[in-house]
């Protein structure tokens, strides 16, 4: 894990900033896999996440998978739980190739990525 979610000094600014997720250093290209089945929302780029996915859980959970390099699922699709849908990147707001999670509750409060996916602390489910 390159950034842990919270507090932290922003890579590029250097200033104290609050992080709405995780980041996990991984090459480029390599393949993304959803951690819970659910629906994709919405598919894009912008200055920030550069190309990004993002999909509702079918538990009720906002996921966002940003810095990507391509998805590779359209917008309305349905997606099961470990099913590729990304290849990671380095696009955006980034100091370098990585996967940055973000994850909603029902409430649209951002919180830690890590509890939805406690049994995949080696990341083998999300990253390959």
């Known amino acids: 894990m390159t950034s842990e979610f919270g507090s932290r000094v922003d890579p590029i600014s250097l200033e104290e900033s609050y992080h709405n997720g995780l980041d996990i250093g991984v090459a480029e290209n390599s393949e993304v896999f959803a951690i819970d089945d659910g ?26 998978y940003a810095h990507l390099n ?31 999670i973000g994850v909603k509750n029902s409430s649209g409060e951002y919180i830690n990525p890590e509890t939805l996916f406690e049994e ?5 489910l999300l990253i390959k």
């Open 70 to 100: 391509k998805y590779e699922v359209n917008e309305g699709d349905f997606i099961f739980k470990g099913q590729k849908i990304a290849l990671s990147g380095n696009t955006g707001y980034s100091t370098g190739p990585h996967l940055h």
């Open 39 to 64: 629906y994709i929302e919405a598919l894009g780029e912008d200055n920030l996440n550069g190309v990004f996915v993002r999909y509702k859980t079918l538990s009720g959970y906002t996921v966002i």
């Open 120 to 124: 995949a602390k080696r990341y083998g």
